[in-house]
């Protein structure tokens, strides 16, 4: 199971890479807020526009949990409703959620592979720097939404 799932993951960091070439690239960074249980991180991303309305994101998340530590590491197909300004996205991908409970690094680190599902919005500032929010649902972790809000650099 785990060399399927890096396989498929692989198989989306090329497709990207690819797509850089043909499409636009943007750089994200910004918060991400679990509205169940008010754990804070802070996440970090690419997007990758590989055919009309649709992008590929892969992003990495680091939470501050109160005692351990935990990760998420995303992978997000994107198709944008809208164009323009703001513009409206409907998203679907793989998530894999490491924590480890323990305080400090050692531990047991356990791993929570799942989906995401959501809906966000990208507005542009200018032509060069915009704003995104996101609301989706990760399957691990009891279905626990998430609520995103991130600066976003078009590389473009």
Not at 88 to 99: E, K, P
Request: cysteine-free; glycine content about 10%.
């Amino acid at each position: 199971m785990k060399k399927i799932v890096l396989i498929f993951f692989l198989s989306f960091l090329t497709a990207g890479v690819f797509a850089q070439e043909q499409g636009e690239a943007r750089l994200m960074a910004g918060g991400d807020y679990r509205l169940t249980i008010k754990d804070l991180g802070t996440f970090i991303g690419v997007e990758y526009f590989f055919a009309d309305r649709f992008s590929l994101a892969p992003t990495f998340t680091v939470w501050f949990p109160e005692i351990g530590n935990s990760f998420n590491l995303n992978a997000d197909l994107k198709y944008y409703l809208t164009e323009g300004v703001s513009q409206v996205y409907l998203l679907a991908g793989y998530s894999n959620y490491w924590i480890n409970t323990q305080p400090g690094d050692p531990g047991l680190l356990q791993t929570r592979p799942g989906g995401n599902l959501g809906v966000g919005a990208y507005l542009a500032a200018t032509e060069k720097f915009g704003f995104i929010t996101e609301v989706k649902m990760q399957s691990q972790n009891t279905r626990w939404p998430v609520l995103r809000v991130g600066a976003v650099l078009n590389l473009n």
